[in-house]
């Protein structure tokens, strides 16, 4: 038997896969029985003793346990930055960069919606620094817990040790789901699919393909755009993993592409590219520090939100304001040539809200009209994307795609600058090339 998530409920599905989505229980505040709210969550056959325990318990009880889940992966997240960031874990350090964490858009997006690619994060960034091979192991069999995010995990391929623990985290992984269910690996497949159709171009997905579709790119067009993408990504992602030997550059590198390579990614999926974006920011050389703070203050930026809720762009500003104070902070760095980067993209965010005000971005539930009366008799994935239909969230939009494209372009700059920085001399001031 599934579970899955709708709203404030847990919703106990008769078909394991969500297709007998009427069998709900919809008793707690906050949730309307009169309007269809069903909001599927799709997760590998492993997971499924995880969330049956939590559907078991009381929903105070088990939404306790659940934020302390997050609390403690974001301090994880916070010393896993420390750490590949070179710095001490002194009070100093570990608040400012909590704080950090707090102004990174996806970090407070996936604590607010209570999603799974907090702990995910976590467990990759464990087992990037963990340095005993069972650990590795373990954290990096959590991380597939969620598999497009565990796509980060590619650049351990570059190094034998590294690629073992991965080859025996997937190994593992995919007893546990056979332990689970042998059919429900290949119905886990088909449910991926199923779903990813069913909000391929929807306005809050943040791929390529998504983003050409809301420039106005016909489908096809838009999935030739995407895999356009993936392919230069890879291609760029192989150079850097047979010219570079820097273990920290590829991780940064394997993060920062995840969007590029993944059909399905959403704002709060960009929780992996923060550590690597703090740790490469409080290590890399001066002269390329405007380059990487405006990465990683694209990255950090709620695009998607400010779209949604205009009404917030201030608190979108000062939580963007904090992550690159904080940083700055931390690196004793805090000058006009080191400023000047930053405020470019503050004001972006102060005119984005601006605009948005006259192209604002449909919420689910609260903007969906009635979805068709058929709804009740379809499967999870079709009756997902009807509701976005009704939502509005198929529509075409460049402002949209626009802000969407803010958030690609921070994770592109981000692996175009570890690039450049593995080019050159760890200790150097200068951008100039090391001689091949």
């Known amino acids: 038997m599934a579970y899955y998530s709708a709203g404030a409920t847990w919703m106990h599905g008769g078909d394991p896969y969500g297709t007998d989505i009427w069998q709900t229980e919809r008793t707690l505040p906050g949730v309307s029985p009169k309007r269809y709210e069903f909001l599927p969550f799709v997760g590998p056959p492993a997971t499924l003793p995880l969330w049956a325990a939590f559907a078991r318990l009381p929903y105070p ?23 590949l960031g070179g710095l001490p874990r002194s009070p100093f350090n570990v608040v400012a960069l909590a704080l950090a964490a707090l102004g990174f ?21 464990v087992a990037y620094a963990a340095t005993r091979f069972g650990g590795k192991v373990l954290a990096a069999t959590a991380a597939f817990a969620q598999p497009n995010l565990a796509l980060s995990l590619a650049g351990e391929f570059r190094h034998k040790r590294t690629a073992l ?36 171009f929807s306005a809050i997905q943040l791929t390529p393909a998504a983003i050409a579709y809301g420039f106005g790119a016909h489908a096809g067009t838009a999935i030739a755009i995407g895999g356009l993408a993936a392919i230069a990504a890879t291609l760029f992602w192989l150079r850097a993993m047979v010219k570079c030997d820097d273990r ?26 923060f550590v690597p974006a703090v740790a490469f920011a409080l290590r890399t050389p001066a002269a390329s520090l405007p380059l990487v703070m405006t990465a990683a203050l694209l990255c950090a930026t709620n695009w998607v939100g400010l779209a949604q809720n205009p009404e917030a762009t201030v608190q979108t500003f ?35 809200g601006i605009f948005a005000r006259t192209h604002l971005m449909p919420v689910w539930p609260d903007a969906m009209a009635s979805p068709p009366p058929d709804v009740a008799g379809v499967t999870a994935a079709a009756a997902w994307h009807a509701e976005q239909v009704a939502t509005g969230l ?43």
Request: aromatic share 10%.
């Open 318 to 352: 000062l939580l963007t304001v904090t992550f690159g104070m904080a940083l700055l902070a931390l690196r004793g760095d805090i000058g006009y040539r080191t400023l000047a980067a930053p405020v470019i993209v503050w004001l972006l965010i102060v005119a984005a």
């Open 61 to 83: 009880t088990a939404a306790m346990v659940w934020r302390a889940v997050l609390w403690l992966s974001i301090m994880v997240m916070v010393c896993g930055a420390l750490q």
């Open 248 to 273: 920290p550059t590829l991780f940064v590198i394997s993060c920062a592409f995840v969007p590029f390579g993944s059909a399905f990614f959403h704002q709060h999926d960009l929780v992996i590219v």
């Open 165 to 200: 623990t991965v080859i025996a985290a997937v190994a593992l992984f995919a007893l546990l789901c056979a332990g689970i269910s042998v059919n429900g690996v290949f119905a886990y497949a088909l449910v991926l699919l199923a779903h990813g159709a069913a909000e391929q």
């Open 105 to 125: 858009g996806a970090v407070t997006n996936a604590f607010a919606l209570g999603q799974i690619a907090l702990p995910v994060a976590a467990a990759i960034v």
């Open 394 to 436: 198929f529509a075409r939009d460049a402002f949209w795609a626009l802000l969407r494209c803010a958030s690609l372009a921070g994770c592109a700059l981000l692996a175009y600058a570890a690039w450049i920085s593995s080019k050159c001399p760890v200790d150097s001031r200068t951008s100039s090339a090391v001689p091949d």
